[in-house]
């Protein structure tokens, strides 16, 4: 079993930044893909950014690319997203997820097998 905890999370202006990380638990973190998804009120969950296990790859929606950046550190076993320029449309709860069965970089929630709690981003205008 894996453990995810994401942290990081609050209340900004629009247009400024924060950076959300995810902890894992386990030996086995540096062989998963990491994701990145939000879900805002009253809307579907949606994907905003995975990476490969080396972090030579990554992938992002359209909605964050060139604002947010994921990466990893696989000797703290973290996952970040740095995101920039922030706007109240980010407005969501952004969960990190692993996937173990190493899937090429995907926007598909039913290839990540495990999954944080959450954390809140709020961004007011």
């Known amino acids: 079993q894996v453990q995810l905890v994401e942290s990081g999370g609050g209340l900004v202006q629009a247009g400024g930044s924060l950076r959300l990380s995810c902890v894992a638990s386990?030996?086995?973190?540096?062989?998963?893909?990491m994701g990145w998804f939000r879900q805002a009120p009253g809307k579907e969950r949606e994907f905003v950014a995975a990476?490969?296990?080396?972090?030579?790859?990554?992938y992002y929606a359209d909605s964050v690319k060139g604002r947010f950046t994921i990466s990893r550190d696989n000797v703290k076993n973290t996952a970040y997203l740095q995101m920039n320029g922030l706007k109240p449309e980010d407005t969501a709860v952004y969960y990190c997820?692993?996937?173990?069965?190493?899937?090429?970089?995907?926007?598909?929630?039913?290839?990540?097998?495990?999954w944080g709690q959450g954390t809140q981003v709020t961004a007011s205008s």
């Open positions: 997820a692993a996937d173990s069965r190493s899937h090429p970089l995907s926007p598909r929630e039913d290839e990540y097998d495990y």
């Open positions: 990476i490969n296990w080396s972090g030579s790859w990554t």
């Open positions: 386990g030996r086995t973190f540096a062989r998963y893909t």
